[in-house]
């Protein structure tokens, strides 16, 4: 497919540190494709295991918190990206997780069914997270290249059992210069792009220890998940209480 010639148009977005350039389409490039409602908004695949539920919902539940003020993002958990640089525009890509910025936080105000880059002005994802299982799915290579095509500034890998079998590590970030993606170095790994870094991170909710992935800030230090902001704000109000203090007047 012949790919229409693009224009670059450079997005500020509140609260971010640096600018990030994304493609911006010509408004009757994308006529003819079909529209939100006429494509399928799955791919009707089960997820492997509970992780690939699990881990993205963390990243976008923190992500409302840290980002509460904000309107101009979008993350998204195994959803259909469509998109023009593929074989065919009805047929997406499913990454695990994905984060793109520029973006109406709700559609039109109203939920996403899918990510359909023609009708987000040309904005493709900043972040595609993949979480490989016991069945690879194509994750260091034919999906490598899907994101590469579209443009995906930082590919995410993250292979906690199945890396050796993989020979590659266990969490592994890729960025995009010149074109390629290339291997980065660090974890937790910053992006500026984004005004985020993102690492691995023992949790133990419920009793229970599991290793997860996580947002940090600019000095490596992790952001709280929402239910340990909950557990340090009953232990303060804890405190209040033994001091004769009402936490409720404070």
Not at 198 to 221: K, V, Y
Request: glycine letters at 8%.
């Amino acid at each position: 497919m012949t790919l229409p010639e693009l224009k670059s148009s450079t997005i500020k977005t509140p609260q971010s540190p640096i600018a990030f350039t994304c493609p911006m389409v010509k408004s009757d490039v994308y006529r003819n494709l079909p529209t939100s409602d006429e494509l399928p908004d799955s791919d009707d695949l089960p997820v492997d295991n509970e992780d690939q539920n699990l881990i993205p919902n963390v990243l976008l539940f923190l992500l409302k918190v840290l980002w509460a003020q904000r309107t101009d993002w979008y993350f998204g958990a195994d959803m259909g990206i469509y998109h023009t640089t593929g074989a065919h525009p009805r047929v997406p890509v499913v990454p695990d997780g994905f984060l793109s910025l520029g973006v109406e936080r709700r559609k039109g105000g109203k939920s996403r069914r899918s990510y359909i880059t023609w009708e987000e002005n040309g904005v493709v994802p900043i972040l595609t997270l993949e979480i490989v299982s016991w069945s690879p799915g194509g994750e260091y290579d034919e999906k490598l290249e899907i994101y590469r095509k579209l443009g995906v500034l930082y590919y995410v890998i993250y292979n906690p059992e199945f890396w050796q079998r993989d020979r590659h590590q266990p969490f592994e970030v890729y960025k995009l210069i010149d074109g390629h993606y290339q291997l980065q170095i660090g974890e937790p790994f910053w992006m500026p792009e984004i005004g985020l870094g993102i690492g691995r991170f023992q949790s133990a909710t419920d009793g229970t220890p599991q290793e997860l992935l996580c947002w940090f800030d600019a000095q490596g230090t992790r952001y709280p998940t929402p239910e340990e902001q909950a557990e340090r704000a009953e232990r303060l109000a804890a405190r209040l209480r033994a001091l004769g203090e009402d936490p409720d007047q404070i």
